[in-house]
């Protein structure tokens, strides 16, 4: 039987990605953000959504830039603190230590900690609700070298990323290993 | 240290998303997809992006609807299935015995056996690539009644939601419990 709960923006998994930007004087800021994902394979783009109340959208606004940083599991205090914190009086990346790295393509840092770096700009911007939706076409994604398998591609058991359990006010881990996907075609013959 | 891969659609944790739709005659479908996610809080809202040459496109433009399903674990096959067939001309539902249940609300099904159901309305249709973003109003939440905590939400650990890991071409569970959220206010001080 089903119950139902009324108009609740509830889904699983919700990504744990942290935004990098630069305000209007080049102090880089970040922001983590679960309102997201890939939204094309190509050209590939990711759209992620800010509130216009948030630092980083004014941010995103001006640069018409921002990274998404995959924090591994040993960030989850880091990302966690940066969803918490406004960049508006505070420099998110002196206090907790964490390095933003200038990309090369855009106006945006990156955080050198996080195994996986997606460089994005701004394409489209599409306004919803409470939130603003910035679609951003991936320039280049940057992985760290230590996150590669030995079959040469990067291995989600060593990217260690994080999931947001918005009921439980939860960050959860990976699980287990279900199923090789794309396996089940002949399944329900 | 860093190192590029050139551009590319990768991110950390992908959903299993299983869209729900009705094609002109009245046949349910349902189709698989991972670029998605919740794009706004208020009016709640998710976003789910098609390849128009999907048979689901067509039955979203047509019916302006669809549902987004989340299916536990043991459902893991007919999830990877339903992204592999096609409904071009094959009952999905009943080749896997899944139950379409017609929505009260709008033109769509959901499949009763998953525990998560959002009803969607279609309010924008974004042109983005290979893939179009379609954005889908919530117009209600429907949860399994099994899958409610003591503390009366829905529990991941009962919902068992599915992880698409595109590198490593598999399908992985929730993992452990890693942080309280929004514990790191005064972390860093």
Partial sequence: MKKSIGKR?????????VIGTYDSNGIPNMMAASW????????????VS???????????KSTGAFTINIPSEKYASEADFVGIATGAN???FEKTGLTPVKSELVNAPYI?????N????VI??????VHVQFIGEILETLVDENVFNKDGYPDIDLIKPIIY????????????YLLKAYSSKNKFD
């Fill in 90 to 92: 505070l420099n998110k």
């Fill in 124 to 129: 489209k911007t599409i306004e919803i609700g």
């Fill in 9 to 17: 923006e509830l889904v699983y998994p919700n990504p744990v990605f």
């Fill in 112 to 116: 050198e900690e996080f195994p996986l």
């Fill in 36 to 47: 997201g994902g890939i939204c094309c394979s190509e050209p590939p783009c990711i759209a």
């Fill in 165 to 176: 359990d918005m009921p439980g006010r939860s960050y959860r881990g990976i699980g287990e």
């Fill in 50 to 60: 800010v509130r216009p109340t948030r630092y980083t959208y004014g941010n995103i």
């Fill in 118 to 121: 997606l460089i994005c700009k």
